[in-house]
Nanobody
């Protein structure tokens, strides 16, 4: 079965960095685009970044452009989100996501807290 397992979250000061990882299994990872979403307390889940199956194309929501970088390693079935210059408003639970044949699969999420 499809499994997505996020890791790498934690508490970081404003201006700091974190690298999130999402280990995937149960499907042909190299054939699917992957997404990172986040959900802050009391807010709707939002799409943060997307990467094409081969990694040749990426896109970001405006609020993270220039600070976050999505990447993938198809040999390790893993997608990453490098987050630099973190701000308090980046505080949220971060989820990775894949859509397969019209169905969305989600990981359990990893908490990122940006605070001094």
């Amino acid at each position: 079965q499809v499994q997505l397992v996020e890791s790498g979250g934690g508490l970081v000061q404003p201006g700091g960095s974190l690298r999130l990882s999402c280990a995937a299994s149960g499907f042909m990872f190299s054939m699917y685009g992957m997404r990172w979403h986040r959900q802050a307390s009391g807010k709707e889940r939002e799409l943060v970044a997307f990467i094409f199956p081969t990694g040749g194309g990426v896109s970001y929501t405006d609020s993270v452009k220039g600070r976050f970088t999505i990447s993938r390693d198809n040999t390790r079935n893993t997608v990453y989100l490098q987050m630099n210059s973190l701000k308090p408003e980046d505080t949220a639970v971060y989820y990775c996501n894949v859509a397969i044949e019209g169905y969305d699969y989600w990981g359990q999420g990893t908490q990122v807290t940006v605070s001094s």
